[in-house]
């Protein structure tokens, strides 16, 4: 698969700037004293020793280690804890995640109504967030503004954040930014959320969260734990993200192939957007180490090739 350089997507940076709504995105609130006990036994993070305040990446996963959601988690407070996920798994994830609180002192509840959410990129962000790094968090006043992944524009790199405030809390300075370049920069920040055509698709390492924050291994167990822990540590993950170009639409859940075995999938598009400027799209795509060498095609192998290009982060090397 062709490499090419993304210097000339270094422009776009003056694009990405502003404050858009996140109509995709709900939470999920779990208050009570065993809050963070209960999400720590859970998720693929360690939310029990998570400051109030701050936030972390971590992933739901089935027994078999399979992603059913993804979140950005926000400690609020000590007995509170917020959940800021894709809001087409929110109802299904609440059912079961509710289905193991058992005798755990804690409420499990859609809080999406209780919150303004808004993306903020460029100097926006950093107007709330200074220099701050991914998952760093400040809060002011009741609302909450957490440090993503930059979009990475060759050499640019443009702050990206999210930010939860009450309905009647003030938003943030910045001009409107539509949903579809916000989307377009978080593909160029390589990390995204789960959603509903890629539940149950990946183990987390197939989303290179383990190298993005999203994954504790010296944590103690959780759902899918020892198949998560088995991926990493014994050489068996054949599975990345990667960041490619494509001249045609690609849709979340869209099977890609490879000319060496059209009949069989090889990767699957996690997230694509089209670029600012109209010119073909970008998009993250989970799919096999071999078949990144041999090229990706979606639909048929007679369509046109996708371009692979340079991750925005390094991955940490399988032990």
Not at 5 to 25: C, E, N, R
Not at 297 to 308: H, I
Request: hydrophobic residues 45%; proline residues 6%; negative net charge.
């Amino acid at each position: 698969m062709t490499t090419s350089s993304t210097a000339p997507l270094d422009h776009f940076a003056s694009q990405l700037q502003g404050i858009t709504a996140l109509p995709h995105l709900g939470v999920i609130q779990a208050q009570g004293e065993d809050a963070a006990n209960f999400l720590h036994n859970q998720l693929s993070n360690d939310v029990l020793l998570l400051p109030v305040g701050q936030s972390r990446l971590a992933a739901f996963c089935s027994a078999k280690g399979r992603m059913q959601a993804s979140f950005v988690v926000i400690k609020t407070a000590p007995d509170t804890v917020l959940l800021v996920m894709s809001i087409d798994l929110l109802a299904q994830t609440l059912k079961r995640l509710s289905m193991f609180v058992l005798r755990a002192k804690v409420k499990m509840s859609d809080a999406t109504s209780q919150w303004q959410l808004r993306g903020l990129l460029g100097d926006s962000a950093r107007a709330v967030l200074a220099e701050a790094t991914p998952w760093q968090t400040t809060s002011n006043d009741g609302a909450h503004a957490v440090a993503l992944y930059p979009a990475v524009l060759g050499d640019t790199q443009v702050p990206r954040a999210l930010w939860l405030g009450a309905p009647s809390q003030t938003l943030p300075a910045g001009a409107a930014l539509s949903t579809e370049v916000w989307a377009w920069a978080e593909v160029m920040s390589g990390v995204t959320l789960v959603s509903q055509p890629v539940f149950e698709a990946f183990v987390p390492q197939m989303l290179n969260y383990e190298s993005v924050g999203g994954v504790n291994f010296k944590k103690g167990c959780y759902p899918g734990q020892e198949v998560v822990a088995r991926s990493q540590f014994r050489g068996t993950l054949k599975r990345r993200t990667a960041l490619a170009h494509s001249p045609a639409a690609l849709a979340a859940g869209q099977d890609v192939f490879t000319p060496t075995d059209p009949e069989q999938p090889c990767a699957t598009v996690v997230l694509s957007a089209a670029r600012p400027d109209g010119r073909g799209f970008d998009a993250l795509v989970s799919g096999t180490l071999e078949s990144q060498q041999t090229g990706w095609r979606v639909g048929s192998v007679q369509c046109e090739a996708l371009e692979l290009l340079p991750l925005p982060y390094e991955l940490l090397a399988d032990i």
